[in-house]
């Protein structure tokens, strides 16, 4: 089955503490970005991979690292991370660029 | 960088209405415009896009249109039915870049 998955998908962690959300396709898709999505916000892009170690930043990548070492994976990473990134992330994966993107079922963060 | 609002932030309709929901956005260099739609406790799915090289697509009960003079963009859904209450989001971006930026979501409701 085509899908995009992401773990965990729930997390409760502390301020500064050093974590690392999944995120896995198995399309062979070139594409892969982050997204968080805060209530009255939508969604809003973190960062985005057009291939394999290939980055960059979207809108809000402050506080966020990625990586893209392989085609199927792509981690998000928070360094030290703080109450204002408790959020709802999704990952998603494309073909190519942002066509037709496919979204993971989210992970729900949340920092104390 | 783009800018996309997104109207109305909550629709409710009558089962066998229409529902109409209506996105701008900002940079002349967008040319790619898909909708997604999130259930409860899910990631976004695609429903329908459409590309600036056309100005209006249908797919069963939904339509896209567009308007690139004016910069803006529109959902249509016929005949509403319960299994269509869930979220909305329309997104603009360059069709051969990674950045893409989503409306803030307008939250449907059909009631029985």
């Known amino acids: 089955e085509a899908q995009v998955t992401q773990n965990p998908r729930y997390l409760i962690t502390v301020t500064g503490k050093k974590l690392t959300v999944t995120c896995s396709q198995n399309?062979?898709?070139?594409?892969m970005s982050w997204y968080r999505q805060d209530p009255g916000l939508g969604l809003r892009q973190i960062y985005y991979?057009?291939?394999?170690?290939?980055?960059d930043k979207g809108d809000v990548p402050e506080g966020y690292k990625v990586s893209r070492k392989e085609k199927r994976n792509f981690p998000l990473i928070l360094e030290s991370p703080s109450p204002n990134q408790t959020s709802l992330y999704f990952c998603?994966?494309?073909?190519?660029?942002?066509?037709?993107?496919?979204f993971g079922p989210g992970t729900r963060l949340t920092v104390t | 960088g783009e800018n996309v609002e997104q109207h109305p932030s909550t629709l409710s309709v009558q089962e066998g209405d229409s529902a109409v929901i209506k996105c701008t956005y900002s940079?002349?260099?967008?040319?790619?415009f898909p909708w997604y739609k999130q259930e409860l406790g899910k990631g976004p799915q695609l429903i329908i896009d459409?590309?600036?090289?056309?100005g209006e697509k249908k797919d069963q009960r939904i339509a896209v249109t567009l308007n690139k003079t004016a910069k803006h963009f529109s959902l249509h859904i016929t005949e509403t039915q319960p299994e269509d209450s869930a979220v909305y989001f329309c997104?603009?971006?360059?069709?051969?870049?990674?950045?893409?930026?989503f409306g803030d979501g307008t939250t449907l409701t059909v009631k029985p």
């Open positions: 998603a994966s494309s073909v190519r660029t942002a066509f037709e993107q496919y």
């Open positions: 940079d002349s260099a967008s040319n790619y």
């Open positions: 997104a603009a971006s360059p069709y051969n870049a990674g950045k893409s930026t």
């Open positions: 399309m062979n898709h070139e594409y």
């Open positions: 459409i590309r600036s090289n056309v």
């Open positions: 991979s057009m291939n394999v170690e290939v980055t």
